[in-house]
């Protein structure tokens, strides 16, 4: 059971995070909590794994969930602050991995376990997505999006992490039959 492109492209717009790009903490040594609301509007039941680029500073809560069609939650994500005279890391921030709740998975399922399950990992690979939610520090300018987006999709096809750049790897058709063998 393969998931579609278009479905995966359509699953982009149909969960939606309001704060929609992202949060905005006081660099100050007080500890902070802002919410951050998921809503799945498609039609397949999705689970989310969240990760943060500083886990002793950010905690996410809860940080493995599922949303079924139409559902929504809230996230709490807490800061635990920036002590004085310590310039805060401009380039932290959370990611929101989701992807397709699997078919086969079981009924009474622990998101966590799916996740970390290793035949779900497979089917899991087709429909994940990364969501970058950045943390703006008060004071500071507003992490811009589009310089990074073009970074990551070229670091992607060095690893040879993209599927859509089989093509790009090979340029005789000979080369091309080994590769899928």
């Known amino acids: 059971s393969r998931v579609g492109l278009s479905t995966m492209a359509d699953l982009e717009q149909k969960i ?35 990760k943060t680029t500083r886990p002793g500073v950010f905690k996410m809560k809860p940080v493995f969930f599922s949303l079924q069609p139409n559902q929504k939650k ?18 932290d921030r959370f990611s929101v991995i989701m992807a397709i709740v699997p078919k086969n998975a079981p009924v009474d399922w622990d998101v966590e376990k799916i996740w970390e399950d290793q035949k779900m990992q497979v089917e899991l690979a087709d429909s994940v997505k990364r969501k970058v939610l950045r943390i703006h520090y008060e004071g ?8 990074d987006k073009s970074d990551k999709k070229s670091k992607k096809k060095k690893k040879g992490g993209s599927k859509e750049s089989i093509d790009d790897k090979v340029s005789d058709p000979a080369d091309y039959r080994t590769q899928l063998q």
């Open 16 to 50: 939606t995070f309001d704060p929609p790009k992202y949060v905005t903490f006081d660099p100050v040594p007080r500890e902070q909590i802002k919410d951050v609301t998921i809503t799945n509007t498609s039609n397949h039941p999705m689970m989310f794994k969240m």
């Open 140 to 147: 500071y300018e507003v992490p811009a999006d589009p310089p």
């Open 74 to 91: 809230s996230i709490k994500l807490q800061y635990s602050g920036c002590p004085d005279g310590v310039k805060p890391n401009l380039k």
